[in-house]
């Protein structure tokens, strides 16, 4: 199962929204709407923001949105905060009832 | 707020068995799938397997028949073994809770890492 493809890294100004996109196949990503995302801080453990590709967790600002387009997933920052850089990684459950995950984004605020 | 608590040794020869436990506060072990994650130190995060509490099991293929994880009700805990190690199963592993009614991982341990040399 090969990981899903996201880009290296994000970046943008306080105050602007990026969007960090997930793409795998018909086998995964496009399978299901099992699509979740987690954000990392450095040392710390991932915790998800956004999973079944648009549902917040309680507790999870309202600036982070989630969609999907066919193979394609993406998540929406808006609203730029410091406190949002950090490494996002995007998983999604597959036909072969496994987990992949995609390599991560690094997310930069200038 | 269920938590997650990752035990073990540190330091694993190479061709050694990795062994470790994850053990389970504030919340029940039953009906969830309890789940191990690694990631190598710089790199990006691997699904290695999972068990449920009905012992159902399934592991990431990419880890052959190395891998074997069980489940204890009774102590709140449940186990991970990789059998012949090397360099490249250095990492930081964490133990992780399931969603029981999707499919994400809602809650975390905060990692041990794990580094295979002689």
């Known amino acids: 199962q090969s990981a899903l493809t996201q880009p290296a890294s994000v970046s943008g100004s306080p105050g602007q929204s990026i969007t960090i996109s997930c793409t795998g196949t018909g086998s995964d990503v496009g399978a299901y709407n099992y699509v979740s995302w987690y954000q990392q801080h450095p040392g710390k453990a991932p915790q998800v923001v956004i999973y079944?590709?648009?549902n917040r967790p309680s507790g999870i600002s309202s600036r982070f949105s989630g969609s999907k387009s066919g193979n394609t997933a993406s998540l929406i920052i808006s609203g730029l905060q410091a406190e949002d850089e950090a490494d996002y990684y995007c998983?999604?459950?597959?036909?072969?009832?496994?987990?992949?995950f995609g390599a991560g984004t690094r997310v930069t605020v200038l | 707020q269920v938590q997650l608590q990752e035990s073990g040794p540190g330091l694993v020869k190479p061709s050694e068995t990795l062994s470790l436990t994850c053990t389970v506060s504030?919340?029940?072990?039953?009906?969830?799938?309890w789940t191990w994650i690694r990631q190598p130190v710089g790199k990006g995060l691997e699904w290695l397997g999972r068990v449920h509490s009905s012992g159902f099991t399934n592991y990431n293929p990419s880890l052959g028949s190395r891998l074997t994880m069980s489940l204890d009700t009774s102590e709140k805990q449940f186990s991970l073994k990789l059998t012949s190690v090397t360099a490249a199963d250095t990492a930081v592993y964490y133990c992780v809770r399931g969603n029981n009614w999707s499919d994400y991982f809602d809650s975390w341990g905060q990692g041990t890492l794990v580094t295979v040399s002689s």
């Open positions: 998983s999604s459950y597959t036909k072969s009832r496994l987990y992949v």
């Open positions: 079944d590709v648009s």
């Open positions: 504030g919340g029940s072990i039953n009906n969830y799938y």
